[in-house]
């Protein structure tokens, strides 16, 4: 089993900053692929970057270059920088881990909110 934890949500104003982190504990396989998602009220589910062990990243095209994912490790921790937040980011974040082995499975945190007010 593994369990995410997310923190570092809030509310902020439109234009400023926050800072997701995520801590992973468990059986965790050292070839991963580590995540946030989001979900606003309505609609579905959405990824918004994803980094995998070795380093490899991706952003969603909304990012537009505002967050940066990255990742420690040692500490089995995933985290997104959020600048220049827009009321359009606000949503419900999530941390998720994909595992190929023994298996392949996936896990996700509890999600952290973030609000962003105009």
């Known amino acids: 089993q593994v369990q995410l934890v997310e923190s570092g949500g809030g509310l902020v104003q439109a234009g400023e900053s926050l800072r997701l982190s995520c801590a992973a504990s468990?059986?965790?396989?050292?070839?991963?692929?580590m995540a946030w998602y989001r979900q606003a009220p309505g609609r579905q589910r959405e990824l918004v970057a994803m980094?995998?062990?070795?380093?490899?990243?991706d952003y969603a095209e909304f990012v537009e270059g505002r967050f940066t994912i990255s990742r420690d490790n040692a500490k089995n921790a995933v985290y997104l920088q959020m600048n220049r937040l827009k009321p359009d980011d606000t949503a419900v974040y999530y941390c998720?881990?994909?595992?190929?082995?023994?298996?392949?499975?996936?896990?996700w945190g509890q999600g952290t909110q973030v609000t962003v007010s105009s």
């Open positions: 998720n881990i994909y595992m190929w082995s023994p298996g392949p499975s996936t896990y």
């Open positions: 468990g059986s965790i396989s050292s070839t991963n692929t």
């Open positions: 980094i995998s062990s070795v380093g490899l990243i």
